[in-house]
């Protein structure tokens, strides 16, 4: 199966495409973006639509002239309409910030992965913005960095956007980037330290102290193979958010936990148990949720195919593949692609897709071409998926190889005159 350890993954939702010409009125419109996926406040005269991006320069500047006076890991305040608790909120956009064109530029770049150039115009707009406004750049500018994949590159952006506002609203995002560079190093205790400094910040909201401690047994437990402590933490931040008050501020995380229980558990050979999690997971809408959810599902038939095989139980295997298998695994590699923040997913479900279009070629004795020609496919798109030089193309460009020759060997020659055309 496929590495599990997390690199730094591109940003997905980065992909906002800011009218830099519209005009706009001198009124300044900020809006935000609560748990049940509202933006507020919506013109009235628009309907809003649900799962949207953040909103165009049109709609902030179509909005009521409300400002984001404070936006804090603890409140959201606004100019009018009173403040939100920080964990009802999940994204703030700022209308001085669309309308800028170095900001707007940078928004160009990032949705066309030119993620340095994207850094750096985040960083120049934020020298040109104040309060809010500033503070999405930096935020920004840190996003775009973490997807240079250059870790000393992500790190300062980090920082720059913690000196320049303590309590950022932002504060877990920026810690949680910190950790996994520290973890990619080999430091796992500062990776610890880094996720510590949120669940220990004064007041901070249950959500993200919840996603830190989520992270926190992700990186330094699950990912480092210690199997049975991370499904024993998981196992107590489950339990922790079911009694929790703000149920929605914590259902994504608690959803996540599901999953890494259950990944934890099939790494124990405990296919039986880890399948319940899964499922229950299936139940998010979440594309990160759902795309392990389902890969877990197929690693679960994966294995029980497996077992049936060893039992000499040909037909129940390849239906197990054929039924379950594959089509848990598609579902995170077309349906979730996408969508997902990190692809390290659709990674796993792609390389083990194509181990169970081989096992199916193998079960046929040589004889299901079309098998071999999806695992080959499979084999070619991971391979432009991954980054040029790394130890894990070099794997499945060997892999491919060799099912290409054995597929190869699978087509009858063609002899005599060419098929005539369909009428």
Known sequence: MFDRARLLAPLAGLALVVGIAAPAPRASADMIQ???????????????PMNIDPPSQDALAASDDVKIVEATYETVKLSKGGSKPAAQVTQLA???????????????????KLFVEASEGFRAAAGELKDYAKQEALYRAMQAAEGTGDAGRATAAADELLGAFPKTFYFCDAQILKAKVAAIKGDIA???????AVKNAPAMNVRDSYRAQY????????????????????????????????????????QRCQVGLGNCLLALRKDKEARPYFVQATESRDADVLAGAYNGLGDVALTEARTLKDAKQLNEAKAKLENEAILHYLRVSVKYRADVTDTTVVLRAMENQAAVFIALFDMSGGKDCEAADRACRTYAE????????????????????????RRDACKPPTTGKPPLPPE
């Open 94 to 112: 700022s209308l001085d910030a669309a309308r800028n064109e170095t900001f707007a530029q940078a928004m160009n770049d990032a949705s066309s």
């Open 190 to 196: 500062g990776a610890g330290a880094a996720l510590d």
């Open 34 to 48: 609560t748990l049940d996926q509202k933006w507020f406040p919506w013109p009235e005269a628009a309907p809003q």
């Open 215 to 254: 992270t926190k047994v992700s990186l330094t437990l699950e990912l480092q193979r210690k199997y049975e402590q991370a499904a024993s933490e998981y196992r107590v931040l489950i339990a922790s958010m079911e009694r929790e008050k703000e149920a929605a501020a914590v259902l994504v995380t608690k």
């Open 382 to 405: 991971l391979v432009r998926m991954l980054p040029e030089g790394s130890a894990q193309r070099r794997t499945i460009g060997r892999a491919y190889q060799e099912i290409d020759k």
